[in-house]
């Protein structure tokens, strides 16, 4: 069955530096992967899509890459702010349009 | 503009009662998901609407677990006879139409706890 996986251990970084987060997919070829945030005590609110013929997409100071070989995407957050400290989820389409959901990377940005 | 709501926000029940989870999705979005987050993990998917018609409902864990949106809009996910392992934050998620890769937008979640 189609398998989302992203790192479970949180990530520490220190402000102004490059996050990274990893989500790796398994059994199957998605058409596109989509990246959410998601707060305490709130729901997900989508970041980025990305689609498997495209192998990066950029918006503002989020980037996503997605490597079908290696199958793979990463996300990476340049110039990290505290404000940027949150859960950070990767999902893609499973059948009927419901999404398939990692169990998500929390990222902490220190001051 | 208003965005996806969900009440109540929170629900403490005893184990065998049943609670209704509401959903007001953006108004003229036609799909409706329901979701279900445990602690520390992602959502996992209930069941789907497109307008009134439930046209998925492979994960609602067991048949005390039933959801409706009689009229395309508003939605109810209802347990019945809770257990503990029910607990969990309920969250419901519109999007405008029925396209592949369509953004889906979440409400805030009722975060239930059975006792």
């Known amino acids: 069955s189609q398998k989302i996986e992203q790192n479970s251990e949180a990530l520490n970084i220190q402000e102004g530096k490059t996050a990274t987060l990893t989500c790796n997919y398994t059994?199957?070829?998605?058409?596109?992967l989509q990246w959410y945030r998601q707060d305490p005590g709130r729901g997900p609110v989508f970041l980025l899509l990305i689609r498997e013929n495209e192998k990066e997409k950029r918006k503002e100071r989020l980037k996503v890459t997605f490597d079908t070989t290696l199958k793979q995407s990463l996300f990476h957050i340049t110039a990290s702010q505290p404000a940027d400290s949150a859960t950070y989820l990767c999902?893609?389409?499973?059948?009927?349009?419901?999404?398939?959901f990692g169990s998500g990377t929390r990222l902490l940005v220190r001051p | 503009g208003a965005g996806v709501s969900q009440s109540p926000r929170y629900k403490v029940a005893k184990r065998g009662q049943d609670v209704a989870l509401r959903c007001d999705p953006i108004s003229g979005h036609v799909s409706l998901f329901w979701y279900q987050q445990a602690l520390g993990q992602g959502p996992e998917f209930l069941t789907y609407f497109q307008n009134e018609a439930q046209l998925d409902k492979s994960g609602l864990p067991s048949d005390r677990f039933f959801a409706e949106r009689p009229e395309g809009s508003v939605s109810t996910l209802k347990i019945q006879r809770t257990q503990q392992e029910d607990s969990a934050v309920y969250l419901c998620a519109s999007s405008l139409r029925r396209e592949t890769g369509e953004t889906q937008y979440f409400g805030p979640g009722t975060r239930l706890l059975v006792l």
């Open positions: 059994n199957y070829s998605p058409a596109y």
């Open positions: 999902a893609t389409r499973g059948s009927s349009y419901k999404l398939i």
